[in-house]
């Protein structure tokens, strides 16, 4: 026994839970913080004791491994170096180590993925997968890779997923229950008999505001332009209506049904496709207008005129001389001097100072879609409240994004009372251990039953918490808070229906297991009479001994997987030249087809197309997906490009429809060069002579984790090596590509004491 029974005292439906998933591959939905996580330790528990070996635990994010590490440190009596956490910042080899030594791992998916791919580990030991938040285990997420793989190889395989919501569509279950291999599927609610002792009461609102009739004079403005943009596609029949309520996936198919006329060489398209444009972008300012306020919608409307200004498209061009856009804007310019926003903003403020009123030391989170309108509201609650806002890590244009270990910071300083109210983008929706709170507010409702679910398990989990959504009445707001209620109800009547459905399946497979004991008898039977005709029958083999280098970059794509399942030995290095290197002559470059078309946009293409072919003599392209139509770019610009690559330079071009076509090309293109041909694989760079430009790069390039673009950046930041070099690293931080981490690892080699190694 691993677990310390006499810290943790199970309730009746986690120890029913364990009991039923402790043999089976189980879906376990259960809301957020009702002790998901102990269950699975539970279950951990008796795996380890039962079969020895590895317990996997895998977690979306770096914050959330660390926080299961923690718990599993302080539940299980292991030694502490024997529960480790595996994450993409840690090096290769010592990811390698920590996993040879480890009992327990907790990691994020891409990282053990990426591990798997290259054979770095194998899951041969591990008698327990757990996957949290189960619900991303669909479409092309390292969970889908990493359970195939664990159901290949372990020799004692038991899988465990947790979430508080999958999904409300049977084809989402269905999914997830595929690619996780479930056999039995356990849920629960809040209203579940033995769970609603523990659950301590949400008291759920929704406050409508009514917008000032200065907004509606906008709304109807916008509308009445949307209106008359969607009625040339709806007579084309590309719409079924040209009502502005029409939702926007609709627009967008419009365009998409466009862009694959104009690529049969139906330019009469082109002007539809202009309405179709001026339809989305009305589309998103009325959705702006509508649940963030005027500010949102005028910093929009300021981008749509500065495009138009530098001549980028027709759309842009014809909405903003619209006498309606120019009268929205004058009236937007009247509200801004009045002082008026979305109404929304007065009540949140109201809302926020009774609650503070009540309990002074109440902790608040606001949910906001937008991250634009996570800075307005902390700039509004400034003065009502103590105030932090929490963001993703990804950078905007003028907004830096929030690193993990910034985040965790916010978040202990808000367990610890520092600050009242957090501001959270969807970051915060899933998965972070966001401390207990008072009172969760929607700044907007959101049409996804597993967001509204996510967010609201923010606070009743130990005291009686409440939920406000805000909304504006008469608008999307409405449709968008009925959506989510509807989706939510009809995700517990699917799982319900689909949970019975893997039962009978459970019970067919039983069936069918006896029926193949039959059939492996007469395969045997067959085999004998093989043995005795005078020409056996020949069986093809899958090939052995394939190698292939892979640029490091491409692991993100799905083709290195393909490649390792058809039996090729992966090498990850960070190539100079190509994507994929298969023998001495032949590097292949891997396109999606709107990186095709964006290089041929931004001037890459040639200048990659001129690196192929110096450095090896048969280089290829292949170009993966649909070319036509994904984009508003002439196909006989397309076309020019393709030709020119292949008359030109000489370089063949093979297109792929996904990236399964895509492996299949590479391995056997390396099978016909290593087994029939014999040759070498090398890896080359560019055979020139270096400019003075080049050999700049190539000293910056010398640096940790600096590649070929982000030498660029630098030296165009910096002016000379000189300046890259003595650099601080807040000066470094500046340039775009370069957080702390990767700032302080520069800082450390520049300035680290030179010792000879031995």
Known sequence: ?????????????????????????????????????????????????????????LAPTKPLALQHRGSFIRLFNLPEEKINVLTGEDKPEEREKLWRKSIIITATPQTIENDLIVGRITLEDVSLIIFDEAHRAVGNYAYVYIAKEYMRQAKHPLILGLTASPGSSEERINEIIENLHIEHIEVRSESSPD??????????????????????????????????????????????????????????????????????????????????????????????????????LRAYLKKLHEDARTGRTKSTKELVSDPRMKKALYLLQQAKELGLDHPK????????????????????IVFTNYRETSKKLLKELSGTATVMRFVGQASRENDRGMSQKKQKEILELFSKGAFNVLIATSVGEEGLDVPEVDLVIFYEPIPSA???????????????????????????????YWSSKNKEKKMFATLKKVSSMVKKDKQSSLLGFVKKGDEAKKRAEREEVYEKLPIKPIFVRKPKGIVIYVDSRELRSQVPKHLKDMGAHIQVKTLDVGDYIVSEDIAVERK????????????????????????????????????????????????????????????PILFAQDPKETA??????????????????????????????????????????????????????????????????????????????????????ITAPYTEEE
């Open 345 to 364: 903003m007065e009540k949140l403020k109201s809302i926020i100072k009774e609650q503070l009123r009540k309990k002074s030391n109440s902790k608040i």
């Open 195 to 296: 769970v609603k002792p523990y659950v301590q009461g949400v008291k759920l609102e929704w406050l409508k505001v009514e917008l000032p009739d200065l907004y509606k004079d906008i709304r109807r403005l916008l509308r009445e332009m949307l209106k008359e943009s969607l009625k040339p596609l709806a007579e084309a029949g590309l719409i079924n209506s040209y009502s502005p309520d029409i939702p926007k996936k609709d627009v967008l198919k419009a365009g998409k049904l466009l862009n694959e006329e104009m690529a049969k060489g139906n330019y009469s398209a082109g002007k539809l496709l202009v309405y179709q444009s001026k339809a989305l972008k009305l589309h998103h300012a009325i959705e702006l207008l509508e649940t963030q306020g005027l500010s949102a």
């Open 592 to 651: 999606s087809a709107n990186d095709f078309i964006q290089s041929i946009i931004d001037g890459r293409l040639f200048d990659q197309v001129k690196r192929l072919k110096e450095a090896y003599e048969r280089p290829a392209i292949i170009i993966e997906g649909q070319l036509y139509g994904i984009r508003n770019v002439h196909p006989n610009a397309i076309r020019g490009a393709i030709a020119a690559v292949t008359v030109d330079w000489g370089i």
């Open 450 to 480: 597993i967001r509204s679910i996510q967010r609201r398990g923010r606070t009743g989990r130990h005291r009686p918490g409440r939920v406000v959504i805000l909304m504006a009445r008469g608008t999307r707001d409405e449709a968008y």
């Open 1 to 57: 026994m691993f677990l310390r029974k006499d810290l943790i005292q199970p309730r009746v439906y986690q120890e029913v839970i364990y009991a039923r998933c402790k043999e089976k591959n189980s879906l376990v939905v259960l809301p957020t913080g009702l002790g998901k996580t102990l269950i699975a330790q539970m279950i951990a528990d008796y795996r380890l004791t039962k079969y020895g070996g590895k317990v996997l635990m």
């Open 664 to 749: 299949s090309y590479i391995y056997l293109m390396a099978k016909r060069e290593q087994e029939e041909r014999k040759k070498e694989i090398a890896v080359r760079s560019e055979k020139k002579a270096l400019t003075l430009a080049d050999r700049q790069r190539l000293i910056v390039e010398g640096l940790p984790n600096v590649s070929a673009t982000l030498a660029k950046r630098l030296l165009k930041h910096f002016g000379n090596v000189e300046r890259v070099f003595t650099a601080t690293e807040d000066e470094l931080m500046e340039v775009e590509g370069i957080g702390e981490k990767k700032a302080k690892e520069i800082r450390r080699v």
